[in-house]
């Protein structure tokens, strides 16, 4: 009796069961990229928004302090988000007719809030707090990137929790003087040295225990 | 299953048998435990309570892999899924005092039984979310009790009433103003004739006054006062013995002898939450302290008060009038009655010689269950003994209006019955539900020409009125209340109404032809009018502000006793059984019946969840032949309803009790169709107990979810017990009655503690068992509810439980609580066995449990002594239904299903006070963290705070010579640890043990 199959399939079984370990294998890490591209994390992802505001403007052109319209950042878990008559105080004055404004305006005249879209989103099993994070020196633009060349609002980071330990585990490389957490500008000269000075001064300590932001 | 689908037979004289034959201190949970049957062994060796593990159909190889492929697969793609995306919705004008992110307190009160309960509450951006008690207000001093803290789940009870309904089809608030402005006015031409206005305690002084205002608008007209537990004995009491209503008030803080009759005066009083705290302040064994009160309890049926007795004497209700005449005759007052043993006589001597012994120091109260002259009685020897002035005081009423509600009531349905009723406005309360069965209320109301009702659900009252108007809740509306002391607090709202409801005020003002007048308008003119100054609105700012309005106490008062002591009334037919009526610890008289966490609180003394139950003695059961869950149908007075049977240790002889507040046919999901209705065998005549209940069987069996089988760590010395004497002859005895390993028996390493070390040490002397910190753990910390079915196999989620033990026989047995929370094991046997690190040990000492990491193994909870582990087999949180979504507290994740959870020490707490220490640069202080469980205890039982601090109390506690681990011989090191438990019983009753 003739032979079913050719000599070749040897081979042809031979790399199928190799290949097979290749397939999860390259699954599992087309997973892993997949997982932490942008896609996922909607890092880098452009926002859109009701108005088209722009913090390179507000921020970087006009030297706005952050604290302007996030004014709960220092006392809050939360930084809270402008109300529609902090645009107003402005507002009312310029651009007044401006088209681009007229959500903001018709907020303002029917008493409704604008739906902003949330950037900077962490699952809800996770517990931020922004106003411990400016007492213990680590700066807006640490976490939210160069706001004051962003003319539409991206998530500059991840945000997933390997990235969080960057700096839980090694607070020096990224810890900066009180008085400089709300510059956009400000680098240091030897982060390193610094670092370890401020993480002293400031008594910054015990950041890995889980129940630190999960609870 | 292994559960216990079928109950097990107890053979009752095998298990006294078996307890008699025991020696030594011999604790034990439930009768079941003590029969040793195989179903209840098989129970508490498994950890879980099956229905997970047990599939219908056998798995084979290849579905198994199927499964597990589509699982990996599934897993994979789970983890690709984006978050959504989310908005925010800025305030346009923000408003001053809220800062986004951080909740906000205010103060306010909950009005129950009419009296006013102080409470701060806690609101996160607009949504009242958890409830706290206020420390200002003297009738809370910081503590609530259980109805308080659920309080705000009702708020949110998707069952409420939402709309105007005119006979059950919707309607408007403008189409009811019409119809009932017409009527008004056609009764206003007859000065009200026909104009009956139902309330139930009234001492809101606005509401007061708006119906004095009615009454002079409409001088024919009449206001009633119903409530299902009202006081009229109480009151009837006081007129006896000073020949007008005062209102008695307990100084258990100067009290060193009480006798109680009848009184569940740390329970089911309106001060009860004060008194609680006043009485274990007398009970406390530490910082050297080695004195203690001495209570002695007569009573009718097994109450929480009855357990921190120390000489509890169980009686058929009507037995108690022939005890507290004994003891009075005893001091000087009456003849001595005949028919008293030579034991009984013992008894009433001892308390008699110790109440003499203790002039001006001791105190006897009595129930308002217990008839009128069971309170002249008490007020007799109260005077006779030098205790009124000194623990005993006396003010005017409290009440608005004191009236015999019962009498206001009976009046109110002879009226309906004679047709002289045009127009009733009910305005609380569910009358047709918990009127007494004898006055046939349903069928007067049919007589009335309009019924109006105004409450908070659509229930059996709304299903027989032409009009239903939605009630606010308190913390939705305007009021004022008086707390038993007499203090007003003005209650203020926490959010606008949900629904359009109206309060009381506003339906009080239609009628006053103000229509339009808001609650707030209400309450502010009033207190314009008390307090005409310039400063008023500093005044009012101020009042509300700090939820009391300074110097409104009523002023002490004094009475002299000219009561005479009528003679003994021949008991008019005592033969039968003795039925015994009372609230339902949980759902209370049958408001909270559409409540969650209440309907699925263990009982304190039954442990039953989700129903009531008829409860008698062993003894009783024995001679009739009964089994627990059995059906029976209960024959009092020409009526019948079905019950099934709980076999309770402890209670009275011949006497069975029911809770009444259970079987409601209308008022929500959860409310009808649980338990059955006790009210269907009160009468008017004799609301709280009576002779002459048959009992037949029914044939039926109904299962009972109690919760007293489940967690058992088997007794291995959990509670620990002794006498006040036994310690301060022998201070080390606790620790003698367990092993404790030598700390450095380990093989794990040792953790460092650099600044804080938490720590709790709960004190079994203070604690009454009485539930509160379950609840606002639950309230605090998002705990779902899980249903009755899945409570009968185990699957509870509370995270602090309150176990009940007995020691003795099952007659007269002692009875222990001991709350159990995470222990927070130095050395936790469930951190180990966690195959992902979900829980783990953090810097502070806390056993952290990471809900995003656990993949539902179980490992943790079978390793877990304590049994404080709880897992969501199903996902019992409700993502669903919007309006419950509001009531979480957002500093906490809402668990999904397939994820272990347990009482993380409040670690959003923790970290908040962390956070605001830090930024300050300094220590957390002593006592700025309290925990859920912590800040609700009326009795200040549980103490939370850290170890590291020698001079902080929770460290001073744990030097105690009482203080003991839970299971220490594990050498798992808990960081919640006991202090024992003492008694200080009488010596001259000493060979009586603590019972009768």
Redesign the interface.
């Known amino acids: 009796m003739a032979q079913i199959f050719h000599p070749s399939t040897n081979t042809l079984s031979k790399v199928s069961i190799f290949g097979a370990v290749f397939f999860v294998g390259g699954f599992?890490w087309l997973?892993l990229v997949?997982?932490r591209s942008s896609?996922?994390t909607?890092a880098n992802v452009v926002r859109e928004q009701p108005v088209a505001f722009s913090h390179r403007h507000h921020v970087g052109q006009l030297g706005i302090d952050c604290r302007y319209c996030h004014t709960?950042v220092e006392?809050?878990?939360?930084a809270?988000?402008?109300?529609?008559?902090t645009c107003m105080t402005c507002h009312s004055q310029i651009h007044t007719t401006a088209e681009i404004l007229e959500p903001v305006r018709e907020?303002?005249r029917s008493?409704?809030?604008?739906?902003?879209?949330?950037v900077n989103?962490l699952?809800?099993?996770v517990?931020f707090?922004h106003?411990?994070h400016l007492?213990?020196g680590i700066g807006c633009v640490t976490c939210h990137g160069p706001i004051q060349e962003m003319a539409l609002t991206w998530r500059e980071n991840p945000l997933e929790m390997a990235w969080c330990l960057q700096c839980h585990r090694n607070p020096e490389k990224f810890v900066r003087p009180r008085d400089q957490v709300f510059s956009t500008t400000w680098r240091a000269e030897d982060q390193e040295k610094l670092g370890a000075q401020l993480v002293q001064e400031y008594?910054i300590?015990?950041l890995t225990?889980?129940?630190?932001c999960?609870? | 299953m292994s559960t216990m689908t079928d109950t097990p037979h107890l053979d009752l004289e095998a298990i006294r048998r078996r307890l008699n034959g025991k020696q030594g201190r011999q604790y034990w949970r439930c009768l079941e435990e003590l029969a040793e049957t195989p179903a209840f062994q098989q129970f508490v060796e498994n950890e879980f309570a099956p229905g997970v593990v047990d599939y219908s159909s056998a798995v084979n190889r290849r579905n198994f892999l199927k499964f597990m492929g589509a699982s990996l697969a599934l897993a994979g793609l789970n983890a690709c899924t984006r978050q959504p995306v989310e908005k925010i919705f800025p305030y346009v004008q923000p408003p001053e005092q809220i800062v986004p992110g951080k909740p906000v307190y205010f103060a306010t009160a909950m009005v129950q039984r009419g009296f006013a309960q102080g409470l701060l509450v806690e609101s996160h951006m607009g949504r009242p979310t958890k409830v706290e008690g206020n420390p200002d207000h003297p009738a809370s001093l910081g503590a609530t009790d259980i109805f308080a803290q659920a309080s705000v789940l009702t708020l949110y009870d998707p069952d409420r009433a939402q709309v105007v309904t005119r006979a059950g089809r919707v309607s408007t608030w403008e189409a009811f103003l019409s119809e009932f402005n017409l009527k008004l006015e056609a009764l206003r031409e007859k000065q009200g004739a026909g104009l009956r206005v139902l309330t139930e305690t009234v001492t809101s002084p606005t509401l007061a006054d708006q119906l004095q205002r009615l009454q002079a608008a409409f001088p024919a007209a009449k206001w009633h006062q119903y409530e299902p537990t009202s006081r009229d004995h109480a009151r009837a009491g006081a007129v006896l013995a000073f020949g007008e209503v005062v209102e008695t008030h307990y100084r258990f803080d100067r009290a060193a002898v009480i006798l109680a009759l009848d009184a569940d005066f740390l329970i089911d009083h309106p001060n009860s939450v004060r008194y609680a705290r006043e009485f274990s302040s007398q009970r406390r064994v530490v910082d050297g302290e080695q004195k203690m009160n001495r209570l002695y309890m007569i009573e009718s049926t097994p109450t929480l008060t009855g357990t921190m007795a120390d000489h509890r004497w169980a009686l058929p209700p009507a037995a108690v009038e022939n005890v507290a005449r004994a003891v009075a005759a005893e001091c000087g007052i009456g003849s001595t009655p005949a028919a008293l043993d030579s034991s009984q006589q013992k008894w009433i001597k001892a308390i008699a010689d110790d109440l003499k012994a203790h002039r001006g120091a001791g105190m006897v109260i009595a129930g308002d269950n217990q008839p009128p002259v069971v309170h002249l009685l008490a007020h007799a020897l109260n005077h006779a003994l030098g205790n009124a002035g000194n623990t005993v005081v006396y003010t005017a009423p409290v009440e608005a209006a004191p009236v015999d509600q019962m009498a206001s009531l009976r009046e109110l349905v002879h009226d309906m019955n004679a047709g002289a009723v045009e127009l009733l406005v009910m305005m609380g309360g569910n009358p047709v539900f918990a009127a007494p069965a004898d006055l046939d209320f349903a069928g007067a109301l049919a007589r009335v020409g309009l019924r109006v009702q105004l409450s908070l659900h659509d229930d059996e009252t709304a299903a027989l009125c032409h009009w239903h108007i939605p009630e606010s809740h308190y913390l939705e509306s305007w009021s004022d209340a008086r707390a038993f002391d007499g203090t007003v607090t003005i209650i203020q709202p926490l959010i606008a109404p949900l629904y359009n409801s109206k309060s009381a005020h506003e339906m009080l003002a239609v009628m006053l032809g103000q229509s339009g007048l808001t609650g707030y308008d209400c309450v502010r003119e009033y207190w314009q009018k008390q307090h005409n100054a310039p400063d008023f609105e500093t005044f009012w700012q101020v009042s509300v502000h700090d939820g009391v309005v300074a110097n409104t106490a009523l002023p002490l008062k004094s009475v002299s006793f000219t009561g005479q002591l009528p003679p003994p009334t021949e008991t008019a037919s005592s033969a039968g059984l003795a039925i015994c009526f009372r609230p339902d610890p949980s759902v209370g008289d049958g408001r909270f019946a559409n409540n969650g966490w209440l309907q699925e609180l263990p009982k304190p003394l039954t442990k039953l969840t989700w129903d009531n139950a008829a409860l008698l003695s062993p003894a009783t059961a024995q001679r009739l032949k009964l089994q627990n869950e059995e059906v029976v149908e209960l024959q009092y007075q020409g009526r019948t309803v079905k019950a099934p049977v709980w076999i309770m240790p402890g209670h009275p002889e011949e006497t069975v009790t029911v809770h009444f507040g259970y079987g409601r046919s209308r008022g929500g999901q959860l409310a009808s169709g649980t338990g059955f209705n006790a009210y269907a065998l009160r009468t008017s005549a004799a609301p709280w107990f009576g002779h002459g209940l048959e009992i037949r069987k029914s044939g039926e069996r109904h299962r009972l979810a109690t919760s007293q089988m489940h967690h058992s760590m088997e007794n291995r010395h959990l509670v620990r017990t002794g006498t006040l004497a036994e310690f301060v002859a022998h201070p080390e005895f606790v620790h003698e009655m367990g092993h404790e390993p030598a700390p450095e028996m380990t093989l794990y390493p040792e953790h460092k503690y650099e600044d804080n070390a938490w720590g709790m040490v709960i004190d079994l002397n203070a604690c009454l068992g009485c539930n509160a910190c379950t609840i606002a753990c639950q309230s605090e910390n998002n705990i779902a509810v899980v249903g009755k079915e899945q409570v009968l196999i185990g699957r509870e989620m509370h995270w602090i439980r309150v176990d009940r033990y007995y020691e003795g026989d099952l007659d007269h047995p002692d009875t222990y609580h001991q709350p159990v929370p995470c222990m927070h094991c130095e050395k936790a046997p469930c951190e180990p066995v966690c195959p992902v690190g979900a829980t783990v040990h953090s810097s502070e000492g806390l056993n952290d449990m990471v809900y995003n990491r656990c993949v539902g193994t179980r490992y943790c909870a079978n390793n877990c002594p304590y049994k404080v582990r709880r897992f969501n087999f199903l996902l019992y949180s409700d993502f669903e239904t919007p309006i419950v979504k509001l009531q979480r507290n957002p500093d906490v994740t809402v668990r999904s299903r397939g994820v272990m959870e347990k009482c993380t020490y409040c670690v959003q707490r923790i970290n908040a006070a962390r956070i605001e220490a830090k930024k300050e640069e300094r220590a957390i202080a002593d006592g700025e963290i309290l925990t859920a469980c912590q800040q609700v205890c009326p009795a200040q039982a549980i103490i939370f705070g850290n170890l590291n601090d020698p001079n902080s109390r929770v460290a001073r506690l744990k030097k105690s010579p009482l203080n003991y681990g839970l299971l220490a011989d594990l050498n798992t090191r808990p960081r919640t640890t006991y202090l024992a438990r003492l008694r200080n019983p009488n010596p001259a009753l000493a060979e009586e043990g603590s019972h009768a």
């Open positions: 599992l997973m997949l997982e896609y996922v909607q709960s006392e809050s878990a939360f809270g988000i402008p109300a529609t008559k907020s303002w008493d409704r809030a604008i739906a902003w879209v949330r989103d699952p809800d099993f517990y707090n106003s411990i007492k213990k008594q300590r015990k225990d889980c129940s630190i999960h609870r």
